[in-house]
């Protein structure tokens, strides 16, 4: 539930409080989270168990090996993805933006 509030809840404002958090988390869990308490879960350790998600996400897709039968005419093939995505700014130090008039923090894969 706190990935999916964290990576999937998008709201067209750009900008989500901790009252639409709660909200959306007993909307759509059937959680009672009061403001406060969630306040609370923001911290380093919420951040290093993001990563740690991510980075397994991200070593196992790319880790795996496809058995299509056209690529052995090649010697390798490699794929590259540029996405980007604005993380909060007290992110900043853990992951940095790229300057700019973007976001402080953000993320990307490469």
Known sequence: ???DLL????FDNGS????DHSVNLASTHGVQVRK????????????????TLLEY?????????????ILS????????D???????SVLKEAYPGSGGAGSEAGA???
Do not use: C, G
């Not at 540029?82 to 909060?88: A, Y």
């Open 36 to 51: 406060q308490s969630l306040h609370e879960r923001f911290n380093e350790q919420s951040v290093a168990f993001i990563r």
């Open 16 to 19: 989500i409080s901790l009252n």
């Open 7 to 10: 990576l999937y809840n998008v």
């Open 57 to 69: 996400q991200i070593n196992t897709q790319i880790s795996q090996k496809f058995d299509v039968p």
């Open 73 to 80: 005419n090649f010697s390798s093939v490699k794929v590259k």
């Open 82 to 88: 540029s996405t980007r995505f604005q993380v909060p």
């Open 1 to 3: 539930m706190f990935l």
């Open 108 to 110: 990307y894969s490469v």
